[in-house]
């Protein structure tokens, strides 16, 4: 069944990921002196951070924070009309809706949503000012578009000609039935500033041809977003419902906290959904993305195709495939 278990990026013992190591082995501050340290460094979902990560480096390299670098990447992406499940040019729901979703999390544990927001261009954008203009992390529809409005938001029609086009032809093919895979690109994206700051993002426009109203993982801190920065963070893309259903990225941050890499928690999260779900995954895909409090990664999925971009000084932007568990 396991399939190209492929050499990890950045495994590390037990002691020195845990609060432990604090008490029994290396110190952040050694583990930093040692050159463990990979700061800064950038990890996004699939081919988009080729265009992103650059954007979210640009800042990094110049001693920038992580917060203001994961928002500068994401927002590439959400302009882009050729990323069909982010922003401008997502694909609609059902009823033809382009709807998105969005959270931002920083290494203080702010964090900022907004969910099934119409007619505005950068989710995250709107994300981060409620979680710094507000008491609350999530601000939904209706709500969320008049809190958009009042910080000078202006609305647009992100429907494009293309996604109008697909949305149509799926009308013809599908019968009005909600799918769950008509593919995935949410960006979702880790990043590590010089001083050791971990933020991330998250930013999408949900599964294609969604129902109406329908909120995916993606604008949800602990599903498609954790960032600890005492451990580490992670992000998600995949089916959302699934990602929802095991708390996926806080689980990840957990399983960090307890020693294992960013490689291995994402993998223990994923073995532990399929022995759980086994069958009800059919036709459904999930997958992580990792960086630890050292900015060490890992990425792992369900089924064969997740890739990432990974962005560190000595590498530069490399776009990489992930690991998986099962072979289809
Ligand atoms: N996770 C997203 C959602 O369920 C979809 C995706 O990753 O493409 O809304």
Same mark, same amino acid.
């Given at each position: 069944?396991?399939?190209?278990?492929?050499?990890?990026?950045?495994?590390?013992?037990?002691?020195?990921?845990?609060?432990?190591?604090?008490?029994?082995?290396?110190?952040?501050?050694?583990?930093?002196?040692?050159?463990?340290?990979?700061?800064?460094?950038?990890?996004?979902?699939?081919?988009?951070?080729?265009?992103?990560?650059?954007?979210?480096?640009?800042?990094?390299?110049?001693?920038?924070?992580?917060?203001?670098?994961?928002?500068?990447?994401? =927002? #590439?992406? *959400?302009?882009? &009309?050729?990323? /069909?499940? $982010? @922003?401008? +040019?997502? !694909?609609?729901?059902?009823?033809?809706?382009?709807?998105?979703?969005?959270?931002?999390?920083?290494?203080?544990?702010?964090?900022?949503?907004?969910?099934?927001?119409?007619?505005?261009?950068?989710?995250?954008?709107?994300?981060? =000012? #409620?979680? *710094?203009?507000? &008491?609350?992390? /999530?601000? $939904? @529809?209706? +709500?969320? !578009?008049?809190?958009?409005?009042?910080?000078?938001?202006?609305?647009?029609?992100?429907?494009?000609?293309?996604?109008?086009?697909?949305?149509?032809?799926?009308?013809?093919?599908?019968?009005?039935?909600?799918?769950?895979?008509?593919?995935?690109?949410?960006?979702?994206?880790?990043?590590?500033? $010089?001083?050791?700051?971990?933020?991330?993002?998250?930013?999408?426009?949900?599964?294609?041809?969604?129902?109406?109203?329908?909120?995916?993982?993606?604008?949800?801190?602990?599903?498609?977003?954790?960032?600890?920065?005492?451990?580490?963070?992670?992000?998600?893309?995949?089916?959302?419902?699934?990602?929802?259903?095991?708390?996926?990225?806080?689980?990840?941050?957990?399983?960090?906290?307890?020693?294992?890499?960013?490689?291995?928690?994402?993998?223990?999260?994923?073995?532990?959904?399929?022995?759980?779900?086994?069958?009800?995954?059919?036709?459904?895909?999930?997958?992580?993305?990792?960086?630890?409090?050292?900015?060490?990664?890992?990425?792992?999925?369900?089924?064969?195709?997740?890739?990432?971009?990974?962005?560190?000084?000595?590498?530069?932007?490399?776009?990489?495939?992930?690991?998986?568990?099962?072979?289809?």
């Amino acid at each position: 069944m396991e399939k190209n278990r492929q050499p990890e990026v950045g495994r590390r013992s037990f002691l020195k990921t845990t609060g432990m190591a604090a008490l029994c082995g290396p110190s952040l501050a050694q583990e930093i002196a040692s050159g463990e340290s990979r700061w800064p460094c950038v990890i996004s979902t699939w081919n988009s951070g080729l265009k992103a990560n650059p954007a979210a480096w640009a800042i990094l390299s110049g001693g920038g924070w992580a917060l203001d670098a994961v928002e500068a990447g994401v =927002r #590439v992406t *959400e302009d882009d &009309p050729e990323d /069909m499940s $982010v @922003g401008y +040019g997502g !694909l609609p729901d059902r009823d033809g809706h382009v709807t998105l979703d969005a959270c931002i999390m920083d290494h203080e544990g702010n964090c900022g949503a907004v969910a099934f927001l119409q007619n505005i261009r950068h989710p995250i954008t709107v994300a981060r =000012r #409620v979680m *710094e203009k507000t &008491p609350h992390v /999530m601000l $939904v @529809g209706e +709500g969320a !578009l008049r809190f958009a409005l009042s910080q000078g938001f202006q609305k647009e029609n992100l429907l494009t000609e293309k996604a109008r086009e697909a949305w149509q032809k799926w009308l013809q093919d599908n019968d009005y039935k909600p799918q769950v895979r008509p593919g995935h690109d949410t960006i979702g994206m880790l990043a590590i500033d $010089v001083q050791g700051r971990l933020s991330g993002a998250c930013t999408t426009s949900g599964l294609g041809f969604k129902m109406h109203g329908r909120v995916g993982d993606s604008p949800i801190i602990g599903a498609g977003l954790y960032v600890d920065n005492n451990v580490g963070a992670a992000t998600a893309t995949g089916n959302g419902e699934e990602m929802i259903r095991c708390a996926g990225s806080a689980m990840i941050v957990e399983q960090m906290r307890q020693g294992r890499s960013p490689q291995e928690a994402c993998e223990a999260i994923i073995r532990r959904l399929y022995n759980w779900r086994k069958e009800k995954l059919q036709g459904r895909q999930v997958c992580f993305i990792a960086m630890d409090r050292l900015g060490q990664t890992g990425a792992f999925s369900l089924r064969p195709g997740f890739e990432y971009t990974l962005s560190t000084a000595e590498g530069g932007h490399r776009l990489m495939k992930a690991s998986y568990l099962l072979d289809r």
